[in-house]
C-alpha cells in the first residue's frame, strides 16, 4: 500500500473527510486522492463519496491493504492471489534487503511443510510468511518458531476454537474437543448411546510452521516465519489428520482480523521474547504426555514430556533418564 493510500485510510478510519481536507493534510492534489480512492475502491474498499466528502463505509475480507488497515504492528504486507511458496518470495525479499515485511498468499501452488513435506495451500486458507532479522544469535532463534505457533493459536482460541499445541509448532485441535463443543467433528455412537470420546484420542492438525534463516555463528541475518493456518476450507480439501476452522466452527472466520492478530501477538512476542516460554507451555498439548520423537540426528525417544526449556528444548523423561530434545519430529502417543 502506498504511503498517500495508508494515510487516506486512517484518516477516514476517524470518520469522513472531503477532498480537499484530505488533499490538505497529506500535501499532494485532490486529483491524487481521487486516484487513491479509485484504487481502493477496486480493492474493495467501500468508500461513498457526495459533496461532504468521502466515508469509508466498508473494509474488503481479505488482502494486502485490508490486513494492513487497522494493523498494530510495523509489518508492510505484501499480497498475491497466487504464488509458489510465500516462504521463497520471503526469501527473495530477505536477499534484497527487506525486513518487516509479511508476504501473504491466497493460494499457493508449491507450498512446503516442515520435513520436506508437501503443504496443501488452496484458496480460503491462510498462508504467510514474516521476514525479521531479530537482533540475537542463531542458538535463540528456536524461540521464534515457539512464538509464532503461540500467535496463532492465541487467533485461533479466540475464534472459538479450543486448539494447543505439539512440540514445537504444530497447532492441533484435540477429537475431545471436537466431539464435545457439538458444531463440528463426528460424535461415534454404539448402540444408539453417544460414546465419550477418548480424551487422549485423534487430534487433527489446525496448522504448521516451517521457519527458515540465515546467518553466521553470532549473528542472525534473517529469519523467514512461514504460517500455514487452514481457515475457511473444506475437509476434503486437505490431507488426513487435518482440520480447518470452518471445520471447528460451522461458519467462516474474518480472515483480515485473524491475521492482525496473529501478526500483532508475534510481535508482541518478539520484542519481549522471555515471556514466549510461559506462553507456550501454557498452550501445550504435549506437557504431561506419552510422546514418541524422531530426533533430527536419527535417533527415536520414548517417554513422558516434562517440560520445555529455552530455548524451546523438549525434556522427555525416560526409562533411562531424562532427554533433552533440540529438533525433531514429535508425535504424541495414546495410553496403552
Ligand atoms: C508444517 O509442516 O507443519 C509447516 C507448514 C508451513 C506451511 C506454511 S504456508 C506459508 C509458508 N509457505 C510455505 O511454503 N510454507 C509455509
Not at 32 to 46: N, S, T
Not at 87 to 109: F, K, M, Y
Not at 204 to 210: D, E, Q, R, S
Amino acid at each position: 500500500m502506498t504511503n498517500t493510500r495508508r494515510a487516506i485510510l486512517e484518516r477516514l478510519a476517524d470518520g469522513p473527510r472531503s477532498g480537499e481536507a484530505l488533499a490538505d493534510d497529506l500535501d499532494v492534489s485532490r486529483a491524487a486522492i481521487w486516484k487513491q480512492v479509485e484504487a481502493l475502491r477496486e480493492q474493495d474498499f467501500v468508500i461513498e463519496s457526495d459533496d461532504e466528502g468521502y466515508a469509508l463505509v466498508d473494509v474488503p475480507e481479505y488482502g494486502g491493504d485490508a490486513i494492513q488497515f487497522g494493523l498494530d504492528a510495523p509489518f508492510t504486507i505484501e499480497f498475491h492471489e497466487e504464488t509458489g511458496s510465500t516462504n521463497d518470495l520471503a526469501r527473495e525479499r530477505a536477499a534484497d534487503g527487506a525486513e518487516d515485511l509479511v508476504i501473504v498468499a491466497e493460494e499457493q501452488t508449491g507450498g512446503r511443510g516442515r520435513l520436506d513435506r508437501e503443504w496443501a495451500s488452496p484458496s480460503g486458507g491462510i498462508w504467510l510468511s514474516i521476514l525479521v532479522r531479530p537482533d540475537r544469535p542463531p542458538a535463540t532463534i528456536p524461540l521464534f518458531t515457539l512464538a509464532a505457533a503461540v500467535a496463532i493459536t492465541t487467533a485461533v482460541r479466540e475464534s472459538g476454537v479450543d486448539a494447543g499445541i505439539k512440540w514445537p509448532n504444530d497447532v492441533l485441535v484435540s477429537e475431545r474437543q471436537r466431539a464435545n463443543d457439538g458444531s463440528s467433528g463426528e460424535q461415534s455412537e454404539s448402540d444408539g448411546v453417544p460414546v465419550s470420546p477418548d480424551p487422549d484420542g485423534e487430534e487433527a492438525k489446525l496448522a504448521g510452521v516451517l521457519t527458515e534463516m540465515e546467518g553466521e555463528a553470532d549473528r542472525v541475518e534473517w529469519l523467514v516465519v512461514g504460517m500455514g493456518i487452514n481457515a475457511n476450507l473444506d475437509a476434503d480439501r486437505l490431507p488426513d489428520g487435518s482440520t480447518s476452522l470452518r471445520t471447528e466452527l460451522g461458519e467462516d472466520v474474518n480472515r483480515r482480523l485473524f491475521v492482525q492478530r496473529v501478526l500483532e501477538t508475534f510481535d508482541d512476542l518478539r520484542n519481549d521474547p522471555d515471556r514466549i516460554l510461559e506462553r507456550w507451555r501454557a498452550d501445550a498439548l504435549t506437557l504431561g504426555r506419552e510422546v514418541r520423537v524422531e530426533t533430527a540426528s536419527g535417533d527415536t525417544v520414548v517417554g513422558t514430556a516434562v517440560d520445555v526449556e529455552h530455548p524451546g528444548t523438549l525434556l522427555v523423561e525416560t526409562e533411562d533418564g531424562v532427554e533433552r530434545i533440540h529438533a525433531g519430529d514429535c508425535e504424541h502417543l495414546r495410553p496403552t
